[in-house]
Structures are given as structure tokens and as C-alpha cells.
């Protein structure tokens, strides 16, 4: 008899608690909002049309002959998780080709040899030249190009 009591007992308390889960289940998921929490408008990305001042003198401690910004694109290092669209230009991960108004003369290809002597970040190999440097906020800054040409390369990775 006793057993039965038992049994008859734990089987109402197990039914009880169903009972509980089932209704509060039915509360929990009404509750939920079937429409959006945000406006999608707020994902939409940040459309910026910056462009940075690229001055050669401030990164090489050089007189370069004067240049224009051709062309400026976000660079993203393979190291950060960023959507391409969330990215700008005045984040400090980009490459810009600058385009000199004359080819480079010999004083100031002898210039950059004389500072190479002194300055390990220029690199010159036959007719190419590269300056690799870190800045003071931990940026790195790759400026490359050729003796005969015009076009000059630019790097910066934050």
C-alpha cells in the first residue's frame, strides 16, 4: 500500500510539473516579437568618401618632387575580421598610388642613396626603391617605386 502511495504520488507530482512547463512555455514564446528589434536601416554601412593626406615628406623625412593622389583603396590585412563595406580610408589601412608631375632627377636619386647610407628602412635594388617604416602609433608604412617612372606606391597598415 505504501509503495502504491508512492507511485500515485510521484506520478501527480511529475504531471504537475508538465503541466507548469507546458503552460509557461506557451507565455515565453507569445513573448517573443515576431517583427524586427532594429531597423534595418541601421545596418546599412557607412557610405564616407574620405581621402587622406598623404605627405611624403612627414613619412620619409625627404623633399619629393611634387605628386597627386591618383588613386586611393582600403586595404584590409588578412589578420582583421572586418566587412570590406564597414571600411574607410581614415581608418589607416590603405594603398594609394601617387603620380609625380616629373620623373625623379638624379640629385634626388642620389639624395635617397646618401640617406640610405644612415636610414635602414630604404631599401634600393638596381632602378627600384622601397622605404619600409614603422610609425610612432605602431603603423607600418611600405612606399615603393622606380627611378624611371612616375608612380609612386603607398601602404599603411594600422
Known sequence: ?????????????????????????????????????????????????????INLKNITSLDFPKYSITKENVFIPDTLSLAEDEENIASGNYTAILTLDTILNKKFIAQIQKNALKDTCWK??????????????????????????????????E
Open 124 to 157: 634600393i635594388k638596381d632602378a627600384y626603391i622601397s622605404y619600409i617604416h614603422k610609425d610612432k602609433k605602431g603603423g607600418k608604412y611600405n612606399i615603393s617605386f622606380s627611378t624611371k617612372g612616375r608612380q609612386i606606391t603607398v601602404t599603411h597598415i
Open 1 to 53: 500500500m505504501k509503495k502504491k502511495s508512492i507511485s500515485s504520488s510521484l506520478l501527480i507530482l511529475v504531471i504537475f510539473i508538465l503541466l507548469i512547463i507546458i503552460f509557461n512555455r506557451k507565455k515565453i514564446t507569445s513573448s517573443i516579437p515576431l517583427s524586427d528589434t532594429v531597423e534595418a536601416s541601421k545596418f546599412i554601412p557607412i557610405k564616407t568618401n574620405n581621402h587622406i593626406n
